[in-house]
T-cell receptor, first 121, second 110 residues
């Protein structure tokens, strides 16, 4: 089954204790991204990766790190979590993007993982 | 920078038609997408517009006007299962950068 998986699904931790949220996709997608979702704010992009070893910042990268050593995996690392990082986190992947704006349902389609609910005390 | 605006909530009865508008500001535009999210679930892709005009996918249609920086999602023949949050998302600024709107809660009543 084609899917994006995240682990753990739920995590309660304490301030300053390093943690990693894993994300894996089995669709051979080039593009992967991390988002956080907070009430009333929609989804905000943290980091994204266009391919292996290529990562870039989204709108809210502070306090997070990522790496893309393999095509299928894109872990999110919180080196020193703080309470303002309490949120619902989603990983997403996409096959590719068109070089122009010719459109098409197969482009720009992001497949989301089930989410990780993180609480930092 | 980028910003997107969409209504916070829309209520309609079963069988009705709902239009969710989305206006955006971006320094470089590559496409507008729409996603549905049920309570407790993950967002799922509904529709994409890269060029001006209407895209139709079953009961859902999406429209884009790049000159007006405006798009909408049209939900027809509303069903109870359509009660969910709907997000517009713009890819712009940088090639892989996305920004999502705050979401529109659609409530379908009998």
């Amino acid at each position: 089954e084609a899917q994006v998986t995240q682990n753990p699904r739920y995590l309660i931790t304490v301030t300053g204790k390093k943690l990693t949220v894993t994300c894996s996709q089995n669709m051979n997608h080039e593009y992967m991204s991390w988002y956080r979702q907070d009430p009333g704010l929609g989804l905000r992009q943290i980091y994204y990766s266009m391919n292996v070893e290529v990562t870039d910042k989204g709108d809210v990268p502070e306090g997070y790190k990522v790496s893309r050593k393999e095509k299928r995996n894109f872990p999110l690392i919180l080196e020193s979590p703080s309470p303002n990082q309490t949120s619902l986190y989603f990983c997403a992947s996409s096959l590719y993007f068109t070089t122009g704006t010719s459109g098409g349902a197969s482009t720009d389609t992001q497949y989301f993982g089930p989410g990780t609910r993180l609480t930092v005390l | 920078g980028q910003s997107l605006e969409q209504p916070s909530e829309v209520t309609a009865v079963e069988g009705a038609i709902v239009q969710i508008n989305c206006t955006y500001q971006t320094s470089g535009f590559y496409g507008l997408s729409w996603y549905q999210q049920h309570d407790g679930g993950a967002p799922t892709f509904l529709s994409y517009n890269g060029l001006d005009g209407l895209e139709e996918t079953g009961r859902f249609s999406s429209f884009l006007s790049r000159s007006d920086s405006y798009g909408y999602l049209l939900l027809q023949e509303l069903q109870m299962k359509d009660s969910a949050s709907y997000f517009c998302a713009v890819r712009g600024g940088s090639w892989g950068k996305f920004q999502f709107g705050a979401g529109t809660q659609v409530v379908v009543t009998p």
